[in-house]
């Protein structure tokens, strides 16, 4: 989890029972005191229904371009 942090990467988790999205932000799981979990290896359970959820890591939210990137055709 801290190789992420550095490289402000945030971890995505979704639930495809729930159709639910939750992002952890791996600098705040670290600084809440959570264990530096290897987060392939780590599963992470939904809190609704309790299946694990698929994971996705994404890029800084500074780091995309900005909405100009693209435009209407
Ligand atoms: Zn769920």
Redesign the pocket.
């Known amino acids: 989890m801290s190789d992420l942090a550095k490289c402000k990467m945030r971890l995505g988790l979704h639930?495809?029972?729930?159709n639910?999205w939750v992002e952890i932000l791996p600098q705040e799981w670290l600084d809440a005191g959570k264990p530096d979990v290897n987060y392939i290896e780590q599963k992470f359970k939904?809190?609704?229904?309790?299946?694990a959820?698929s994971k996705q890591v994404r890029p800084p939210s500074d780091g995309l371009e900005n909405a100009n990137a693209y435009q209407g055709m």
Not at 15 to 18: P, V
């Open positions: 639930c495809r029972e729930c639910r939904c809190s609704g229904c309790g299946r959820a």
